[in-house]
């Protein structure tokens, strides 16, 4: 039904996917799967008409499409459900699956008719928790989720585009979830199914695309592959990556902060010690707490019970007066004032606690090895990889004891981010205690000095110094060797 | 300080037109008459500056100008000796009245365009409730010397400008300032950084309560004690700081920029009566240069909140 | 048996989801304050429920109320309309203009299309030149304004006997002018709650990126909010204008029509930023303003004060709805 060959695409020089292909028939379940970068996302947002591809074609029923604006893709039956859902709180389920086509009759919005073809097609896909009237925002996530499907379907789609729609949910939810897919495939929708979660690719997926480095590796039914199969075509790499070399062993100093038992809503019972000099990376799928347990030990999610010496931060302040510092996940919501200039987003920090301080501008962009270094320039027309240096730079103001990274390289090039990992290791040599994130397991594997994984709020367990990927995606994925 | 420009240029343009038409202008004191004319609404954009770059409105300035020379006409009530004490509780009240919008407005959710709204009722309605429905009472020769006499050549009230002027530059750049602006471009990054964006809105809106103080002082002098006197003062100077270039929403713009944007306003007014165009037509021409002067900075800047490509996040109005 | 306690539950929850819905809140309000201000005027000595109070409230009401649904669809839409007080000003001297000339149906006419006009220029400023609503609609308040004042320095026109009707007549215990103003809040609601323009106008101001996602002209939807929201003044200024026998070049900025329509509409549960109230909740917080106002006319209380509450409760109805909304998404 979709076939796309040769698709290439580039962002500013960089070539993000290279002459891919892949095909969806009616009816079949196909998973695409590879590690953050691998290029799923790029991919598909060209499917969607958000990027419009530099090379390859795009044919639909044997037609050629050309998809640039959103609307395009919809009116030739391509359904995305993005993780973050396209949904208007305050109006009800009908009202959203028809927004925008709203059936009318002799002029006006026939709302029956409207809550009769939701409710018929919630029923064709065996969910009655909710009803077409009830307004969205009172909702669960997996509900939402099933209120997007609803309206890819009332759109005719023909192919729904599925990106990680495991992620938000609860255990138990993801079984409606698979319910779901099952429906569809049944009527003949063709599923494009992405996901880091290999179970799901072998509960649901007829067959599997790898990709990694932007490019295609393998397409293979799931029936031919096993999980470790899969896993080492994943991240099968050369070890072209390089990471600084990790710290004796033995040689971390005394904790600079511990948890017993700490947890809150998102969080239970974690103990965890964070020591000088060491590289403490945590693991985990979307949605296993990893951010949440960043925010918490920063204070601006707090705990709510168990111990935190030496102590447990009620605001972002407290937390930040006692010497810990975060580098968020999402630089541009939570980590930078964009439109303020280098030099006022480096000394942010220090003028907002009025701790530390005294390094002139220069010397820290020195330091960061931001280049060119241009202290007035507005933080927005940086790089991804300077404007990461800019955030570093705002936290060695105040000299944290401890420094929490949540994706420290995320959307930065090659060059940049083995200049932060280089600065990450310099800052632990220099007796910083670091945790750092990461959904890139190479990543964390070649930075960690021991890996903790989480798991649905806890921890599912502790490696040491260069654990396998697949010992980590075990953990993760909480399955046992098979 | 690049965005700044225009408004500089337009400045300049305004005031060498008036200049062509009336020569007097250039002299000494026929600019210094401009200047001090111009003060009291500069002062007041300088205030609303701080409330606007943090990402908030004041619409209460205008009635508490109103409020400020009312009650020091009726303290007052041309006693001399008054002067002082009165003027050191108008300053309190100013003070304590941006205190209340920036509490409420904070502390307890509420949009500062119905906290400031609210505020405009209230004063207005609290001032000549105490009065008994019109201004009563004199101010005294003392007080009204700082809106009309000179100190020497210098009038006081742009001798006051300057000060204020200064102080405002002078915020802008200190610690305060700097993160009172990043949390109008981005509150989330700035509370994660430690910033405590609550209290600095709070200061933002005190400091606006002091301008109003001040403009208010200037302008009883000025003018006189009338009922009227603060009416539609506080889009006057929402008008300016926007023709500034300062944008609605936050984290954009100079102080400096603001206050020459009043000085413009102005200007306008100058050149519109100079040309004959009567006290009416001069608000029609107001308001097509103001749409045309916000369009044009619009389309100018790529990432303008409102614009098609915004994250919600940029929206310029809190969700109650 | 069992069935029972389940049914009560249900309409317990029920009733708290009511009271949680600004627009029920506001009428219970509203229902206080009438009883409230029954109880003051009767220690007080004076009758509250009197046809004269009754009629008073309503004529009070109708001008401000039909500003305020028209404000609404504005608020709703995400943006806001601070040009209604002048276009009141503007239409009802139109309006007396046009009828002194000619007759009345032609008068409304040339209303309607001069408020028409107005609002779609507020919105392809707002729309097509990207200016923040606020600025853009100050700035065209400015534009009629200078028109105004420059042509007009007192009452202007002559208005018709039979329109002058409108602003007086009544049937019953109610005036022609409440008439009018249920039909303007009926229309609009009718607006919103059944044709695709209501819903759209929900859709942008909730979430403009997820409406133009879905395939909705968010710009035509903006200027259509405000060129009916202009519609609301413009009728506001025809009923003022009967009710005047002429045209006022102050009517509109005299009533605070522009801040008090935006006060009443939030007063009523609608959120500021849009996408969330609608025009019941509008009505009610028109009608609580005009109460207040009658009770404090009948209790002879200093016209001043009563801005002073006014002021208060606005500001602490919105904290209390700011409060409600907070708690809803940490419970949900």
């Given at each position: 039904m979709l076939t796309m060959t040769g698709i290439g695409k580039s962002f500013l020089g960089v070539r993000?996917?290279?002459d891919v292909d892949l095909s969806v028939a009616a009816g079949e379940v196909h998973a695409v799967v590879g590690e953050n970068g691998a290029g799923k996302s790029t991919l598909m947002k060209i499917l969607a008409g958000v990027h419009a591809p530099d090379e390859g074609r795009i044919e639909i029923d044997g037609g050629p499409v050309s998809f640039g604006h959103p609307l395009d893709a919809q009116r030739g039956g391509v359904a995305i459900i993005y993780q973050e859902f396209n949904l208007l709180p305050e109006r009800s389920v009908a009202e959203n699956v028809f927004l925008g086509r709203e059936p009318v009759r002799r002029g006006l919005v026939d709302r029956s008719a409207m809550e009769k073809a939701t409710a018929e097609l919630l029923d064709g896909l065996g969910v009655h928790s909710f009803r077409p009237r009830d307004l969205v925002r009172r909702l669960s996530v997996a509900q939402q989720q099933v209120v997007e499907i609803v309206k890819a379907l009332s759109q005719n789609a023909r192919i729904v585009v599925m990106d990680e729609p495991t992620a938000a949910l609860a255990e138990h939810e993801v079984e409606l979830l698979y319910r779901l897919v099952r429906r569809l495939q049944e009527r003949g929708i063709a599923i494009l199914y992405i996901s880091h979660r290999l179970r799901e690719v072998f509960d649901l997926a007829d067959r599997v695309t790898v990709l990694k480095d932007g490019a295609r590796v393998t397409t293979v039914p799931t029936a031919e592959v096993d999980t470790d199969e899969l896993v080492r075509l994943m991240v099968g790499r050369e070890l072209r990556d390089y990471y600084p070399p990790r710290a004796e062993p033995g040689s971390a100093g005394e904790a600079l902060l511990s948890l017993r038992k700490a947890g809150n809503d998102r969080l239970r019972d974690i103990d965890l010690d964070l020591r000088a000099g060491e590289i403490v990376g945590i693991a985990g799928l979307q949605g296993s707490g990893r951010t949440e347990l960043a925010k918490a030990i920063f204070g601006a999610e707090p705990f709510t019970h168990g111990e935190m010496t030496p102590l447990r931060p009620r605001s972002v302040r407290a937390a930040v007066r006692a010497g810990i510092g975060l580098v968020t996940e999402d630089r541009k919501a939570e980590g930078l004032a964009l439109r303020q200039s280098v030099r006022d987003n480096a000394l942010l920090v220090t003028r907002a606690t009025g701790r530390g301080g005294g390094r002139s501008v220069k010397d820290l962009l020195a330091a960061v090895r931001i280049s060119p270094p241009r202290p007035d320039q507005e933080v927005r027309y940086l790089s991804g990889g300077n404007q990461q240096k800019v955030v570093l730079a705002k936290w060695m103001t105040v000299a944290p004891k401890v420094l929490l990274f949540d994706e420290p390289t995320r959307g930065v090039d090659v060059g940049a981010k083995a200049a932060i990992h280089e600065l990450m290791r310099g800052l632990a040599a220099d007796g910083m205690a670091i945790m750092m994130i990461s959904s890139e397991l190479p990543e964390l594997i070649g930075m960690s000095d021991r890996v903790v994984v989480l798991r649905d709020g806890a921890i599912a367990g502790e490696l040491p110094a260069g654990p396998t990927e697949e010992a980590v995606m075990r953990l993760a994925a909480g399955e046992v060797a098979a | 300080m690049k965005r700044a420009l225009p408004i500089f240029t337009v400045l300049l343009v305004l005031l060498i037109a008036i200049a062509a038409s009336n020569p007097y202008f250039l002299e000494p004191p026929g600019f210094l008459a401009f200047l001090k004319r111009a003060a009291p609404l500069a002062i007041l954009a300088a205030g609303q500056y701080f409330v606007i770059v943090a990402g908030e409105f004041d619409l209460s300035v205008g009635s508490l100008v109103t409020v400020e020379v009312v009650v020091a006409a009726r303290l007052i009530d041309g006693d001399d000796s008054a002067t002082w004490p009165v003027l050191a509780l108008l300053i309190v009240i100013g003070l304590l009245v941006g205190l209340a919008n920036g509490v409420i407005t904070t502390a307890l959710a509420v949009p500062s365009f119905i906290t400031t709204l609210g505020m405009m009722l209230i004063l207005s309605g609290a001032v000549f409730l105490w009065t008994g429905g019109a201004p009563r009472g004199a101010l005294s020769e003392g007080f009204r010397a700082f809106g009309r006499e000179e100190l020497g050549p210098i009038p006081w009230s742009v001798l006051i400008l300057l000060v204020v002027g200064a102080v405002a530059i002078l915020l802008m750049r200190a610690d305060f300032g700097r993160t009172l602006i990043a949390a109008g471009d981005n509150r989330r990054a700035a509370s994660l950084s430690g910033v405590r964006v609550h209290r600095a809105t709070i200061f933002a809106f005190a400091i606006s309560g002091l301008s109003a103080a001040i403009a208010g002082i200037l302008l009883g002098g000025f003018a006189g004690v009338s009922a009227q006197i603060g009416q539609g003062l506080e889009f006057q100077a929402i008008t300016a700081v926007v023709l500034g270039g300062v944008v609605l929403g936050g984290g954009r713009g100079s102080v400096v920029a603001a206050m020459a944007g009043a000085l413009t306003l102005e200007a306008l007014f100058t050149l519109l009566n100079l040309h004959g165009i009567s006290g009416a037509l001069e608000f029609t021409v107001q308001g097509v240069i103001i749409i045309a002067a916000v369009a044009v900075g619009a389309v100018r800047l790529p990432f303008r909140p409102g614009a098609s490509i915004s994250p919600p996040m940029l929206k310029t109005k809190e969700t109650p | 048996m069992k069935a029972r306690p389940q049914a009560v539950q249900l309409r317990g929850g029920r009733v708290i989801a009511h009271l949680r819905d600004p627009a029920q809140a506001i009428y219970l309000a509203l229902f206080a304050v009438l009883i409230i201000g029954w109880v003051l005027v009767t220690i007080d000595g004076g009758q509250f429920v009197t046809t004269e109070n009754i009629v008073g409230i309503q004529q009070r009401s109708a001008a401000l109320g039909i500003v305020a649904v028209g404000q609404t669809l504005a608020i709703l839409a995400g943006s806001l309309d601070l040009s209604v007080a002048y276009l009141i000003s503007l239409t009802s001297l139109v309006a007396a203009e046009a009828m002194t000339g000619g007759g009345m149906v032609p008068a409304i006419a040339v209303v309607l299309a001069v408020s028409a006009l107005v609002g779609m220029v507020n919105g392809l400023v707002i729309?097509?030149?990207?200016?923040?609503a606020f600025i853009a609609t100050l700035g065209v308040a400015l534009i009629i304004k200078g028109v105004v004042e420059h042509r007009y320095d007192g009452p202007a026109g002559d208005v018709t006997d039979s329109f002058q009707r409108l602003g007086y007549d009544r049937i019953g215990p109610v005036p022609v002018s409440a008439l009018l103003w249920a039909g303007v809040a009926v229309a609009v609601w009718f607006l919103l709650r059944r044709t695709r323009l209501g819903y759209r106008i929900y859709a942008v101001g909730g979430d403009e990126e997820v409406a133009r996602l879905s395939g909705v002209r968010t710009d035509r939807v903006v200027i259509s909010a405000h060129v009916l929201c202009s519609i609301c003044a413009g009728i506001a200024g025809l009923l003022l204008a009967a009710r005047l026998g002429a045209g006022s070049p102050t009517v509109g900025t005299d009533g605070g029509y522009d801040l008090e329509s935006i006060a009443a509409v939030v007063l009523g549960g609608t959120a500021l930023a849009g996408g969330r109230g609608g025009v019941a909740g509008t009505v009610g917080g028109v009608l609580l303003l005009a109460v207040l106002d009658s009770i404090f006319n009948q209790l002879e209380v200093n016209s001043f004060f009563k801005d002073v509450v006014r002021g208060v409760v606005i500001v602490v109805a919105v904290a209390v709805y700011a409060r409600r909304a907070r708690e809803r998404r940490t419970t949900a």
């Amino acid at each position: 039904m979709l076939t796309m060959t040769g698709i290439g695409k580039s962002f500013l020089g960089v070539r993000v996917l290279r002459d891919v292909d892949l095909s969806v028939a009616a009816g079949e379940v196909h998973a695409v799967v590879g590690e953050n970068g691998a290029g799923k996302s790029t991919l598909m947002k060209i499917l969607a008409g958000v990027h419009a591809p530099d090379e390859g074609r795009i044919e639909i029923d044997g037609g050629p499409v050309s998809f640039g604006h959103p609307l395009d893709a919809q009116r030739g039956g391509v359904a995305i459900i993005y993780q973050e859902f396209n949904l208007l709180p305050e109006r009800s389920v009908a009202e959203n699956v028809f927004l925008g086509r709203e059936p009318v009759r002799r002029g006006l919005v026939d709302r029956s008719a409207m809550e009769k073809a939701t409710a018929e097609l919630l029923d064709g896909l065996g969910v009655h928790s909710f009803r077409p009237r009830d307004l969205v925002r009172r909702l669960s996530v997996a509900q939402q989720q099933v209120v997007e499907i609803v309206k890819a379907l009332s759109q005719n789609a023909r192919i729904v585009v599925m990106d990680e729609p495991t992620a938000a949910l609860a255990e138990h939810e993801v079984e409606l979830l698979y319910r779901l897919v099952r429906r569809l495939q049944e009527r003949g929708i063709a599923i494009l199914y992405i996901s880091h979660r290999l179970r799901e690719v072998f509960d649901l997926a007829d067959r599997v695309t790898v990709l990694k480095d932007g490019a295609r590796v393998t397409t293979v039914p799931t029936a031919e592959v096993d999980t470790d199969e899969l896993v080492r075509l994943m991240v099968g790499r050369e070890l072209r990556d390089y990471y600084p070399p990790r710290a004796e062993p033995g040689s971390a100093g005394e904790a600079l902060l511990s948890l017993r038992k700490a947890g809150n809503d998102r969080l239970r019972d974690i103990d965890l010690d964070l020591r000088a000099g060491e590289i403490v990376g945590i693991a985990g799928l979307q949605g296993s707490g990893r951010t949440e347990l960043a925010k918490a030990i920063f204070g601006a999610e707090p705990f709510t019970h168990g111990e935190m010496t030496p102590l447990r931060p009620r605001s972002v302040r407290a937390a930040v007066r006692a010497g810990i510092g975060l580098v968020t996940e999402d630089r541009k919501a939570e980590g930078l004032a964009l439109r303020q200039s280098v030099r006022d987003n480096a000394l942010l920090v220090t003028r907002a606690t009025g701790r530390g301080g005294g390094r002139s501008v220069k010397d820290l962009l020195a330091a960061v090895r931001i280049s060119p270094p241009r202290p007035d320039q507005e933080v927005r027309y940086l790089s991804g990889g300077n404007q990461q240096k800019v955030v570093l730079a705002k936290w060695m103001t105040v000299a944290p004891k401890v420094l929490l990274f949540d994706e420290p390289t995320r959307g930065v090039d090659v060059g940049a981010k083995a200049a932060i990992h280089e600065l990450m290791r310099g800052l632990a040599a220099d007796g910083m205690a670091i945790m750092m994130i990461s959904s890139e397991l190479p990543e964390l594997i070649g930075m960690s000095d021991r890996v903790v994984v989480l798991r649905d709020g806890a921890i599912a367990g502790e490696l040491p110094a260069g654990p396998t990927e697949e010992a980590v995606m075990r953990l993760a994925a909480g399955e046992v060797a098979a | 300080m690049k965005r700044a420009l225009p408004i500089f240029t337009v400045l300049l343009v305004l005031l060498i037109a008036i200049a062509a038409s009336n020569p007097y202008f250039l002299e000494p004191p026929g600019f210094l008459a401009f200047l001090k004319r111009a003060a009291p609404l500069a002062i007041l954009a300088a205030g609303q500056y701080f409330v606007i770059v943090a990402g908030e409105f004041d619409l209460s300035v205008g009635s508490l100008v109103t409020v400020e020379v009312v009650v020091a006409a009726r303290l007052i009530d041309g006693d001399d000796s008054a002067t002082w004490p009165v003027l050191a509780l108008l300053i309190v009240i100013g003070l304590l009245v941006g205190l209340a919008n920036g509490v409420i407005t904070t502390a307890l959710a509420v949009p500062s365009f119905i906290t400031t709204l609210g505020m405009m009722l209230i004063l207005s309605g609290a001032v000549f409730l105490w009065t008994g429905g019109a201004p009563r009472g004199a101010l005294s020769e003392g007080f009204r010397a700082f809106g009309r006499e000179e100190l020497g050549p210098i009038p006081w009230s742009v001798l006051i400008l300057l000060v204020v002027g200064a102080v405002a530059i002078l915020l802008m750049r200190a610690d305060f300032g700097r993160t009172l602006i990043a949390a109008g471009d981005n509150r989330r990054a700035a509370s994660l950084s430690g910033v405590r964006v609550h209290r600095a809105t709070i200061f933002a809106f005190a400091i606006s309560g002091l301008s109003a103080a001040i403009a208010g002082i200037l302008l009883g002098g000025f003018a006189g004690v009338s009922a009227q006197i603060g009416q539609g003062l506080e889009f006057q100077a929402i008008t300016a700081v926007v023709l500034g270039g300062v944008v609605l929403g936050g984290g954009r713009g100079s102080v400096v920029a603001a206050m020459a944007g009043a000085l413009t306003l102005e200007a306008l007014f100058t050149l519109l009566n100079l040309h004959g165009i009567s006290g009416a037509l001069e608000f029609t021409v107001q308001g097509v240069i103001i749409i045309a002067a916000v369009a044009v900075g619009a389309v100018r800047l790529p990432f303008r909140p409102g614009a098609s490509i915004s994250p919600p996040m940029l929206k310029t109005k809190e969700t109650p | 048996m069992k069935a029972r306690p389940q049914a009560v539950q249900l309409r317990g929850g029920r009733v708290i989801a009511h009271l949680r819905d600004p627009a029920q809140a506001i009428y219970l309000a509203l229902f206080a304050v009438l009883i409230i201000g029954w109880v003051l005027v009767t220690i007080d000595g004076g009758q509250f429920v009197t046809t004269e109070n009754i009629v008073g409230i309503q004529q009070r009401s109708a001008a401000l109320g039909i500003v305020a649904v028209g404000q609404t669809l504005a608020i709703l839409a995400g943006s806001l309309d601070l040009s209604v007080a002048y276009l009141i000003s503007l239409t009802s001297l139109v309006a007396a203009e046009a009828m002194t000339g000619g007759g009345m149906v032609p008068a409304i006419a040339v209303v309607l299309a001069v408020s028409a006009l107005v609002g779609m220029v507020n919105g392809l400023v707002i729309t097509k030149l990207k200016v923040h609503a606020f600025i853009a609609t100050l700035g065209v308040a400015l534009i009629i304004k200078g028109v105004v004042e420059h042509r007009y320095d007192g009452p202007a026109g002559d208005v018709t006997d039979s329109f002058q009707r409108l602003g007086y007549d009544r049937i019953g215990p109610v005036p022609v002018s409440a008439l009018l103003w249920a039909g303007v809040a009926v229309a609009v609601w009718f607006l919103l709650r059944r044709t695709r323009l209501g819903y759209r106008i929900y859709a942008v101001g909730g979430d403009e990126e997820v409406a133009r996602l879905s395939g909705v002209r968010t710009d035509r939807v903006v200027i259509s909010a405000h060129v009916l929201c202009s519609i609301c003044a413009g009728i506001a200024g025809l009923l003022l204008a009967a009710r005047l026998g002429a045209g006022s070049p102050t009517v509109g900025t005299d009533g605070g029509y522009d801040l008090e329509s935006i006060a009443a509409v939030v007063l009523g549960g609608t959120a500021l930023a849009g996408g969330r109230g609608g025009v019941a909740g509008t009505v009610g917080g028109v009608l609580l303003l005009a109460v207040l106002d009658s009770i404090f006319n009948q209790l002879e209380v200093n016209s001043f004060f009563k801005d002073v509450v006014r002021g208060v409760v606005i500001v602490v109805a919105v904290a209390v709805y700011a409060r409600r909304a907070r708690e809803r998404r940490t419970t949900a």
